[in-house]
């Protein structure tokens, strides 16, 4: 992975590495998916999303994670790498546990190594989900 | 803080032999490794508390993590105090500590059978069990310092019925608070003597004191299951003297094999018909035997492999890991004879099976890193220090980062399950839309399988041999762009060597004739095949690894002029292109496969 100075926010490429890192760790679970890995920051903040999912999108498993500014004295890269640390510690307790171990819908809190931050995820189903939406974009245009 | 995302932490998952790799269960192997007891009949026995008692711990424990301890309370009930002090040992502990809230689940189904189950199952665990999980939690106080305390503070503690003993629980965490109070409330409605002795014997004895107490008894408890320390499992690992093995079981061959022919080469687990032949033969205690056995083994890997007790999947992931192999050293013992094995198995311990299997793939590995060395291919003498040093991960990350650009995704992949912790054979490789490329590997359970693998290591080793006379060691040059290079050189009329194309020899080569091509193609095809035998023959420089390792592959030219013709179909492609007339575009197109001097590529 390319080196980058410590002040420096965490950049597209890299988070490609590591999500390729990720499917290779845990290679004996991927089936036909694999993952993808972003990462922002705003005035308030850092967020991180690693999304396990296959191609057609019918499985889709985003997880998301985001830390406040005012709650540590890391920097945001180090914010970022922080959230995908602990999101790759969650996977690992998923994939043990054979997908058995969820997270709430909605911000949940938690704390890693003393440090608060929050997190949620959902498994989605992206095809059934396009098809629904077509079926009511059908309907709707059958009513007019 | 170390990152769980970094080089480090892949080589440390590599290193466990059984996450990193898309390795396919194998059905036939669920035959030991899927829990064999059935809970529900358990119950409907005539003594249901014998019945459930008369179970083996692990297999009780991950009967009851299969159909979940709270579907299970009726089973719980029956069961003894050791069983229940086994079961904490296997999964009450993360990391070698003792996580007190999964303690938690399981006391508080005993609390929902009833208070005073609570208070017995409790009592009933090793004292440093009891000590380990209440003393970090719980501070007591007598009369004369809750005097000292304001009032919030002694409302806020609970009281014994003497009213000179007070104590207050200091867990942040609520399931703990709600527990300790529960468990106490039963304690005083059966025991309070119990009550006052727990309470100050949790207070004053030193917590983490009872905890390293408590993780020596559950080691030495775990070890009589096979979990042996990282040390013992490690070595299993360790190749044996096959030689002096055979020679152990030779009389049981030669005397057992007597009018009973031989079996025919076969693609499923050996170790499955083994079994299948020796439960014919044995009764359901001597299978019962030989199944522990198996069991034990694949507990024993799970040092090595770093995999928890509590990590079923991973110790079942483990277990038929174990039988493949164990199976593929029974195969090879017996020579493949059903009776024998049955013999073998009744003798011989799985753990010496398991080596056997091991030390089998080992021949292979040390005879492919002896002609990757030869040929000067990068990395060589690294991987094989670190395989010296049984550092798996490290040689696994090694293949896939150093030889890819020599070798390609499908031959790492190839290397990466050869080089695995526990030898696995590539089967199906895919490539999504997107260009993603996965390899799936299958255990090695049978001689089929490994000559399979040494018959793919052969196609590897044989064009390193190749490229060898195409000019010096390989180093991190392309093995594939090397010989097609050298290939197109001889289709243009010069000799098989590797270095780029010239202009002269790219003009020549879209100025000849399709047929000329075709067979001065032809020509060279059945020269090199020739070249491969002669350095096979006796007195020859030798390639195969197959041959290396004792490992009868028919043919192993065959998998290497399957590769090679492969390159000269996709050279002929180029070559016979419309566009091969043209000498830009064709320089174009053999830049995908060969190299072609730098002056033409800055033309591009």
Not at chain 1, 41 to 49: E, H, I, P, S
Not at chain 2, 513 to 522: D, F, K, N, V, Y
Not at chain 2, 596 to 602: A, I
């Amino acid at each position: 992975m390319t080196e980058k100075p410590k002040n420096e926010f965490v950049t597209e490429g890299e988070c490609r590495d590591l999500a390729t890192l990720m499917g290779r760790k845990y290679a004996s679970f991927m089936k036909d998916r694999h993952f993808e890995a972003v990462i922002t920051k705003d005035a308030r903040g850092v967020y991180a999303t690693v999304t396990l999912r296959n191609r057609s999108g019918s499985f889709f498993y985003p997880v998301e994670g985001r830390m406040a500014n005012i709650d540590h004295d890391m920097n945001p890269r180090e914010s970022g790498l922080f959230l995908l640390d602990y999101i790759d510690s969650y996977f690992e307790e998923y994939f043990r546990e054979g997908g058995d171990v969820y997270l709430p819908i909605d911000w949940a809190h938690y704390e890693h190594d003393g440090v608060p931050l929050q997190l949620k995820g959902q498994i989605l189903n992206l095809e059934i989900e396009r098809m629904a939406d077509e079926l009511l974009s059908k309907g709707n245009s059958s009513v007019h | 803080m170390a990152s769980r995302l970094s080089e480090e932490s892949l080589k440390a998952v590599y290193d466990t032999g059984h996450q990193g790799l898309a390795i396919q269960s194998e059905q036939a192997l669920d035959l030991l490794s899927a829990p064999s007891v059935d809970l529900d009949k358990l119950l409907l026995e005539e003594d249901p508390q014998a019945a459930v008692q008369a179970v083996p711990p692990q297999a009780l424990y991950q009967a009851l993590m299969l159909k979940g301890p709270e579907d299970a309370l009726d089973v719980l009930e029956h069961m003894s105090a050791d069983q229940v002090v086994r079961i904490f040992d296997y999964d009450i502990w993360t990391d070698d500590r003792l996580a007190p809230h999964k303690a938690i689940r399981w006391l508080n189904l005993f609390k929902e059978i009833g208070p005073e189950q609570l208070y017995t199952r409790f009592k009933e665990l090793d004292e440093e069990y009891q000590l380990a999980l209440l003393g970090p939690e719980i501070t007591t106080y007598d009369e004369e310092e809750y005097e000292k305390l304001s009032d919030a503070e002694q409302d806020s503690l609970g009281r014994m019925p003497c009213n000179t003993v007070f104590y207050k629980v200091t867990s942040q965490d609520p399931r703990m608070e709600e527990f300790i109070s529960g468990l106490l409330e039963a304690t005083m409605g059966s025991d309070i003597n119990y009550a006052y002795a727990l309470l100050a014997h949790a207070y004053h004895l030193p917590p983490n004191e009872q905890e390293e107490q408590i993780a020596r008894f559950r080691k030495a408890r775990l070890e009589e299951d096979g979990f042996v320390t990282f040390e013992e499992s490690r070595a299993l690992f360790r190749p044996l003297e096959l030689d002096a093995m055979k020679q152990k079981w030779s009389f049981l061959l030669a005397r057992d094999a007597i009018g009973l022919s031989p079996s025919k080469s076969r693609t499923t687990a050996f170790l499955l018909t083994a079994l299948q032949a020796g439960a014919r033969k044995w009764t359901s205690e001597e299978f019962e035997r030989v199944s522990r056995g198996f069991a034990t083994l694949g507990n024993m890997l799970a040092a090595a492999a770093r995999v928890e007790t509590d990590d079923l999947e991973g110790l079942r992931r483990l277990m038929q890991q174990a039988q493949a192999l164990a199976g593929l050293g029974l195969e090879w013992l017996s020579g493949s004879d059903e009776n024998v094995a049955v013999a073998l198995l009744e003798k011989e311990t799985p753990q010496m099976l398991f080596r056997t299997g091991i030390s089998l793939v080992s021949r292979l590995t040390d005879a492919v890193t002896t002609e990757l060395k030869r040929h000067g291919v990068t990395e060589a003498d690294n991987i094989e220090r670190n395989l010296r040093m049984d550092k798996r991960g490290v040689v696994i990350h090694m293949i896939e980062t150093a030889l890819l650009e020599p070798f390609g995704f499908e031959r790492v992949e190839t290397l990466k399950g050869l080089y695995n912790r526990f030898p696995v054979l590539p089967v199906t490789m895919t490539t999504d839309e997107d260009g993603l490329q996965r390899m799936l590997f299958q255990p090695i359970t049978s001689l089929v399988a490994l000559t399979q693998m040494a018959a793919t290591a052969d196609a590897l080793t044989g064009l390193l041999h190749l490229s060898s006379l195409a000019g010096g060691p390989l180093g991190k040059a392309s093995l594939d762009r090397r010989l097609t290079t050298g290939l197109a050189r001889v289709l243009a009329g010069g000799g098989f060597t590797s270095e780029p194309l010239s202009d002269i020899e790219v003009k020549r080569l879209s100025s000849l004739p399709r047929e000329a091509l075709q067979t001065t193609g032809a020509d060279f095809f059945a020269g090199v095949e020739g070249t491969l035998r002669e350095a096979l023959a006796p007195g020859g420089a030798g390639w195969a690894a197959s041959r290396a390792a004792k490992i009868h592959v028919d043919d192993p030219v065959q998998a290497v002029m399957t590769e090679f013709s492969d390159l000269i179909m996709r050279l002929h492609a180029v070559l016979g292109s419309t566009e091969a007339h043209d000498d830009v575009a064709l320089v174009r197109a053999l830049r995908g496969l060969a190299d072609v001097e730098s002056k033409h590529q800055e033309a591009l």
